[in-house]
């Protein structure tokens, strides 16, 4: 599976938009991109994934370049809940194996 | 509809004591994980079924046993704890597709000490 790169941390301000980035330079033809997101102690939990077309659900929109070899997470209006670690996670179709990195830790200012 | 749930919460453990922890999960799911999780680390795959009776190793696998006789359990046995097996231990299931995406849903998680 592709290696991802994130930055290990990010300021927001509360109401503002949230935009995550993650390099996947080696990404092949037939790997999704994941982001799951961790709430201090708890379960990782599951945002959003895409293929090559950006997507879009209630909680966030992903945005894949064209050459797929990044993306960006968005989410369009951060609130103090939505402080986590933030994972991007890239597998092969078909694949349940998620490799995790360090993720990105998000903090959303008041 | 309770997703995936794992017991105990919380456990602690002497050197050499054995344990189960337990996941089972009410969405029929056919593929069932654990996952460990270190301090300041991303999760590790331990074990992981894509079915009844079927099991393989992940990332981490040493000093752990799984079994997996019906859909919705996959119990994770540590046979003789020792104190490197100190973590937070997560269950995640999903459908298993053998092709496309296959999104994973996480227990609460289960922390072990292990003195």
């Known amino acids: 599976d592709a290696k991802t790169t994130q930055p290990t941390s990010m300021d927001c301000a509360e109401g503002r938009a949230a935009n995550l980035p993650c390099n996947h330079s080696?990404?092949?033809?037939?790997?999704?991109v994941y982001w799951y997101r961790q709430i201090h102690s708890q379960g990782p939990q599951y945002i959003i994934h895409?293929?090559?077309n950006n997507e879009t659900n209630e909680m966030a929109s992903l945005i894949i370049t064209e050459d797929r070899k990044s993306s960006t997470l968005i989410l369009p209006h951060a609130t103090l809940r939505d402080t986590a670690v933030y994972y991007c996670i890239v597998t092969q179709g078909g694949s349940e194996k998620l490799v995790f990195g360090k993720g990105t830790k998000l903090t959303v200012n008041p | 509809n309770a997703g995936v749930t794992q017991t105990p919460k919380f456990q602690v453990l002497k050197t050499g004591q054995s344990m189960t922890l337990q996941c089972a999960q009410d969405m029929n799911h056919e593929y069932m994980s654990w996952y460990r999780q270190d301090p300041g680390m991303g999760l590790r795959l331990i074990h992981y079924?894509?079915?009844?009776?079927?099991?393989d190793q992940g990332e981490v696998p040493n000093g752990y046993n799984v079994s997996r006789s019906t859909t919705e359990d996959f119990p994770l046995r540590l046979l003789s704890a020792a104190p490197s097996q100190t973590s937070v231990y997560f269950c995640?299931?999903?459908?298993?597709?053998?092709?496309?995406?296959?999104?994973?849903?996480f227990g609460a998680g289960s922390r072990l000490t292990v003195l």
């Open positions: 995640a299931s999903s459908y298993h597709r053998i092709s496309g995406a296959n999104v994973l849903t």
């Open positions: 080696t990404i092949s033809g037939n790997e999704y």
């Open positions: 079924s894509v079915g009844a009776g079927i099991t």
């Open positions: 895409g293929l090559k």
